[in-house]
């Protein structure tokens, strides 16, 4: 009898032995099915770039005076309004669109911007600023604050467009 355990004993290891084989194999055809997939992905993609036909393709946006740029203001006009219970702290990120090549203008003369937007977001109430009529008013003050405070300087008016991508009072 004693052979005969031993030689259960010799089958079962075989067979472990098969079943560790089988997890290997399996485990490295599933590697090379996901690396074969993203090579196909990342292949099929420039491939279908290249099918694109070159006339929809825009390689230079022409400059000129109809191509809008947008200037950001480095920081947020961050600012205390007095309001009839409490004052408000505002927060307004501002954006300026200029046509052609006045970026490079704009950007160079950014403080006195700055000063000018300042002055005017400070002048304004809490009430006003509570409706959308009131946001769009000083908007509007502001364009002709930075319009006037850059002709003085330019010459011309360089900023067509005075945006805010940024709004919060508390």
Known sequence: MPKEESLELGSTDKSKS????????????????????????????????AA????????????????????????PFLFNLPGSDRARLVEI???????GTD??????HIPLIEDALLTTFSGSNVQRLSTQAGKDELRQLALLSVQNT???VTGRKVVEKVLFTGFVMQ
Request: proline share 6%; aromatic share 6%; net charge positive.
């Open 93 to 99: 990120k501002v954006q300026l669109m200029v046509r």
């Open 150 to 152: 850059l002709q003085s």
């Open 52 to 75: 694109i036909p070159a006339d929809t393709v825009q390689t230079e946006v022409p400059s000129g005076a109809g191509v809008a740029a947008y200037v950001p203001m480095p920081r």
């Open 18 to 49: 098969k079943k560790k084989l089988f997890i290997f194999v399996s485990a490295g055809i599933i590697v090379l099915l996901v690396i074969a997939a993203v090579l196909w992905f990342l292949l099929g993609s420039s491939s279908e770039d």
């Open 103 to 108: 970026d490079v203008l704009t950007q160079k």
